[in-house]
């Protein structure tokens, strides 16, 4: 089974409040990735986790917080967002993180639309 | 550094025609490809991966991508493409860290 499942599928929020966007995986993969997607655009990485431990932060600003609570689930608290921030958010999840070889398996995404 | 260049943003086709999708790399390091499909509203979905190995990889759905070191491509084909086949096409290259770069797409539009 390659299947990573993210929730909500939509959601949309004001941009004083606070929600979270959560991606689970159960193929005993150690790396968890958060990719941001604007339309027509490919992904753009926003956040590795290796082990359950934050290994990469591409200078994301600080309205986006991760977090893994454990080796199968990664979420994404989303807190005081800007009208720019409504874009595709991906998750994606990989063996390992430190070879290139390993192939990277993506969720649905979850479409964020900020007001 | 690595990078990728897919040539053509849009490629319109009929129903049962050829097609192929190009995609030029440049990396300093070992070299592993992959072609990903993105369906409307929908996540990526791997098509196929060259890691090593036969330079004529087969994927899903009848798609083929052939690796050329000389020429630094990985182009995407299909011998006979369907209404289904509409979707956005991203090549991807990996390289000895943990970071996938991909390319801007290439929107494959088969009309009937």
């Known amino acids: 089974d390659t299947e990573v499942t993210q929730t909500p599928k939509h959601l949309v929020m004001g941009m004083t409040n606070k929600k979270s966007l959560k991606c689970e995986q159960h193929m005993g993969h150690r790396a968890m990735y958060w990719y941001k997607q604007k339309a027509k655009k490919p992904p753009e990485l926003m956040f590795v986790y290796s082990y359950e431990k934050l290994s990469i932060n591409e200078s994301v600003p600080s309205r986006f917080s991760p977090e893994c609570p454990n080796s199968s689930l990664l979420n994404l608290h989303l807190h005081a967002l800007q009208p720019e921030d409504s874009a595709l958010y991906l998750c994606?999840?990989?063996?390992?993180?430190?070879?290139?070889?390993?192939?990277?398996?993506f969720g649905p995404g979850t479409r964020l639309t900020v007001l | 550094a690595q990078s990728v260049t897919q040539l053509d943003s849009q490629v319109p086709v009929f129903e049962e025609a050829p097609v192929e999708l190009r995609c030029n790399y440049s990396?300093?390091?070992?070299?592993?490809l992959f072609w990903y499909v993105q369906y409307p509203n929908q996540g990526l979905q791997l098509l196929l991966k060259y890691l090593s190995g036969s330079t004529l990889v087969k994927g899903i759905n009848g798609f083929e991508a052939e690796f050329n070191k000389s020429q630094t491509s990985f182009h995407l084909r299909k011998p006979s493409v369907h209404i289904s086949d509409t979707a956005e096409y991203f090549c991807a290259v990996g390289g000895s860290n943990y970071k996938l770069t991909f390319g801007k797409g290439t929107l494959l539009t088969v009309n009937p």
């Open positions: 994606a999840s990989s063996q390992r993180m430190t070879s290139g070889t390993d192939t990277q398996y």
């Open positions: 990396s300093s390091v070992s070299v592993y």
